[in-house]
C-alpha cells in the first residue's frame, strides 16, 4: 500500500480487494481447500484446518473494526472525471457544472488517456480551467491514505545527519553535484 503515488483512493481499494480475499478464503477453507497457503505442506493442513477456522473469522472481524467504512463511490469522478457520474458525488452546483463540462471536453479527455497523467497530476493541470473542481478533488486526494512519504523524509535527514557524513574527508564539487541530482 505504500508508494510514492499512493492516496485514499488507490490505498480504499486495496483493503476492499484485501477484505474480499478474506471472504474467499473462508469459502474455500469451508470446502477444504487450503490452496491459499502454498507454503503449508499437505500433510500439515488437516492439523492447522482448525486453526485456520478460528483465524479468519477474527481476521475478517478485526479488519472491519480497523477500517469501518471504505465506501469510495462518491469519489469515482475524482478517479476518471470522463465516466457519467451518479447524483449522489457530494458536489455543490458550480463543481456539478464543472465536472459535466470535464466529462464533456473531449480534447482533455484524448490528453489524458495518450498522456497517462496520474490523478493528482491531472487534477492539477486542470486548476485553471476548472478551478472549483480541481480544488475539491485535490483535497480529497491530498489526505494522507499512509505515512510513507514521512518516513522516507525521515530515512533521508537520517541518512544526511548520520556518521557516514563526518567520515566523508575529501569530496570534490562535481561529486556532490551528481549526488544533489539523483
Given amino acids: 500500500m505504500q508508494d510514492r503515488e499512493g492516496n485514499v483512493l488507490t490505498s480504499s481499494n486495496k483493503l476492499v480487494a484485501f477484505e474480499k480475499k478474506v471472504a474467499i478464503w473462508k469459502n474455500r477453507a469451508k470446502d477444504g481447500n487450503f490452496e ?14 482448525s486453526i485456520v477456522f478460528k483465524h479468519l473469522p477474527t481476521l475478517e472481524e478485526k479488519f472491519n473494526f480497523y477500517f469501518p467504512s471504505l465506501k469510495t463511490d462518491e469519489y469515482d469522478w475524482v478517479r476518471n472525471p470522463f465516466i457519467e457520474s451518479s447524483s449522489n458525488t457530494g458536489l455543490i452546483l458550480c463543481e456539478e457544472q464543472e465536472l459535466a463540462c470535464t466529462y464533456s471536453d473531449r480534447g482533455l479527455k484524448t490528453k489524458h488517456v495518450e498522456v497517462g497523467l496520474p490523478i493528482n497530476t491531472f487534477w492539477i493541470a486542470v486548476k485553471e480551467q476548472y478551478p472549483s473542481l480541481a480544488k475539491k478533488a485535490l483535497i480529497i486526494l491530498m489526505q494522507f491514505s499512509t505515512s510513507y512519504l514521512c518516513e522516507l523524509g525521515f530515512s533521508t535527514l537520517h541518512n544526511i545527519k548520520s556518521k557516514k557524513r563526518e567520515r566523508l574527508c575529501c569530496i570534490e564539487e562535481e561529486e556532490t553535484r551528481a549526488a544533489i541530482l539523483y
Fill in 36 to 49: 491459499m497457503f502454498p507454503l503449508v505442506r499437505e500433510s500439515c493442513i488437516k492439523k492447522m484446518s
